[in-house]
C-alpha cells in the first residue's frame, strides 16, 4: 500500500507519521513542497478541503482514496501493532502517552518556544509559568522513564514516538535552557535521554530527507533564497514525486565510504567473524586473529560505561548494549566489539574490547553512530602489550580473571 502525507518541511506532527511508517515499513510519499503541495495555497483548494475539511496538515491519503486527518490517527493507522501496544493494556498505555503529550506537554511548551519563534509575544510571566509547567511534566516523564527503557513495555512504541516529537521543538529552540533542568541535567547521559536522542537523530534523518525549501514562515526572504527556489525547480517532475525515502535509499550506496582514505587492509574482518563464530575462541578464532591483525589498518579499544550508577536492572543494561549494536550495525565489515555486563542488578558495569578500521574511533564518521559512544570513556591499547593481548583473550572468549575490572564485578555473574 503507498500513500501521501500533506504537510510542510519539518513538521514534528508529520514525524510521528513518518517515523510510524519507518518502523513498521508502511509506504509513504510525502509531499510537501511545490508543486505537490504548497503549505497556505494546497490546503485551501476545494479539493483539499472535500477531503479535509479543516484544511490543516498533516493529512493522509491512501492511494485506495482512504483519508485522515489529525497526525495522531495517521500515526497510529500507519503502525504495526508492536508500535501501537500489543496487549489491550499496552494499547491504553499507548493512548495514555498520546494524549499526555498533547494535553500535558504541547500546551506549556508552545507557550514557552512561541515567543522565541516570534509566533507570539514574550509575556514574562506566561513564559516562567509555562517553564514551570514543562519542568513538571518531564518531571513525570523522567520519573517513569527511571526504571524503564522505553514509555510502554520493552521496545519502542508510538508512546515514545509521539512523546519524543512533542519535546522536539522545546530541544531545538531552547535546548540549553530545556536540558539544565533538574532531571535532565543529572541524567543527561541516561536512558531516558538516549531514546530520546534517538528519535532526535531519526527526525534529523526526515528533516535531511526533505527537499532543502524554506519553511513557510521564512518564504519572503531575500535574493539567495530566490535563486535557490529557481535551482531547485530544475528538478524533473519524476524526481519531485519519488518516495522520499526511496530518493534516500537510492542515495545511499553513492554515499561516501567513511573508511575510503584508508589504505587496503589484509586483515578481513568477515573472515575473522565467521570463524569467531562458527569456531572454537581459544583455539581457533584467537590464534587467527593474531595472525592476520594489521596493526596499521587496525586498532584495539577498550571501553568503559562513564555512568554505572545509572545501571539498575540487568536488562535494561543489556538492552543498551544491543540497542548500541543495532544502532552501530553499518560499522560491522569494519569493527569487532565484545562487550560484558558485569555484576548484579544496581551494582554493575559495562566495559569491551573493541577493533575498529583505522587508528581513530570510528564513530565520529557518521551522524549514526554518535548516540552512544560518548556515555563511554575509550582507551586504545598498544596492541603488542601484554594488557591488550589479556583483555582480548578475556573479551573474546568471556572468560578469565578481567584484573582490570576489579572486585567485586569480576567475581560476579556476567551477562553475555
Ligand atoms: N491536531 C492536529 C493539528 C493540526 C494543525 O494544527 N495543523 C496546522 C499546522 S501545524 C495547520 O495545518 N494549519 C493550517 C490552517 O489552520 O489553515 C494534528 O495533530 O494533526
Redesign the pocket.
Known amino acids: 500500500m503507498a500513500a501521501t502525507l500533506y504537510t ?1 518541511p519539518e ?1 514534528w ?1 508529520a514525524f510521528k507519521a513518518q517515523i510510524a511508517a519507518q518502523y513498521s515499513g508502511a509506504r509513504l510519499k510525502i509531499a510537501s513542497t511545490s508543486p505537490a503541495f504548497t ?2 495555497q494546497s ?2 483548494s476545494p479539493v483539499f478541503l472535500s477531503n479535509f475539511p ?5 493529512a493522509y491519503q491512501g492511494d485506495d482514496g482512504f483519508c485522515l ?4 490517527a ?1 500515526a497510529h493507522y500507519l503502525s504495526n501493532d508492536a508500535l501501537r501496544g500489543s496487549t489491550p493494556q499496552a494499547s491504553a498505555q499507548v493512548l495514555q502517552w498520546v494524549s499526555f503529550a ?1 494535553s500535558e506537554i504541547i500546551p506549556p511548551a508552545s507557550a514557552w518556544v512561541f515567543p522565541t519563534l516570534g509566533i507570539m509575544q514574550f509575556n514574562k510571566q506566561a513564559t516562567e509559568q509555562a517553564k514551570e509547567e514543562v519542568k513538571r511534566v518531564l518531571a513525570v516523564l523522567n520519573q517513569h522513564l527511571n526504571t524503564r527503557t522505553f514509555l510502554v513495555g520493552e521496545r519502542v512504541s508510538l508512546a515514545d514516538v509521539t512523546v519524543v516529537c512533542s519535546l522536539l521543538w522545546l530541544y531545538k529552540q531552547v535546548t540549553e535552557q530545556f536540558l539544565a533542568f533538574n532531571n535532565f541535567s543529572i541524567l543527561s547521559e541516561s536512558i531516558s535521554v538516549l531514546l530520546f536522542k534517538i528519535v532526535i537523530s531519526l527526525a534529523k534523518k526526515f528533516a535531511e530527507m526533505q527537499p532543502k525549501k524554506e519553511t513557510p514562515a521564512k518564504k519572503e526572504k531575500g535574493s539567495k533564497e530566490g535563486e535557490k527556489k529557481k535551482e531547485e525547480k530544475k528538478a524533473t517532475p519524476a524526481e519531485e514525486e519519488m518516495d522520499e525515502c526511496e530518493a534516500a535509499l537510492a542515495s545511499e550506496p553513492k554515499a561516501k565510504d567513511p573508511f575510503a582514505h584508508l589504505p587496503k587492509s589484509s586483515f578481513i574482518m568477515d573472515e575473522f567473524k565467521r570463524k569467531y563464530s562458527n569456531e572454537d575462541t581459544l583455539t581457533v578464532a584467537l590464534p587467527y586473529f593474531w595472525d592476520h591483525f594489521d596493526r596499521e589498518g587496525f586498532s584495539i579499544w577498550h571501553s568503559e560505561y562513564r555512568f554505572p550508577e545509572e545501571l539498575t536492572m540487568s536488562f535494561m543494561s543489556c538492552n543498551l548494549i544491543t540497542g548500541m549494536f543495532q544502532r552501530l550495525d553499518k560499522l560491522r565489515k569494519n569493527a569487532f566489539a565484545s562487550v560484558i555486563l558485569f555484576g548484579a542488578n544496581n551494582d554493575s558495569c559495562i566495559t569491551g574490547i573493541w577493533v575498529f578500521r583505522g587508528q581513530d574511533l570510528a564513530f565520529t564518521l557518521s551522524d549514526d553512530w554518535q548516540i552512544d559512544y560518548e556515555s563511554y570513556t575509550w582507551r586504545k591499547l598498544d596492541v603488542d602489550s601484554e594488557e591488550c593481548k589479556t583483555m582480548v583473550k578475556e573479551y573474546f572468549a568471556w572468560e578469565g580473571e578481567f584484573k582490570h575490572v576489579g572486585k567485586p564485578f569480576n567475581q560476579g555473574k556476567i551477562f553475555k
Open positions: 510542510y513538521n506532527r503549505f497556505g490546503n485551501r479543516l484544511g490543516k496538515v498533516p486527518f489529525e497526525s495522531n495517521i498533547d
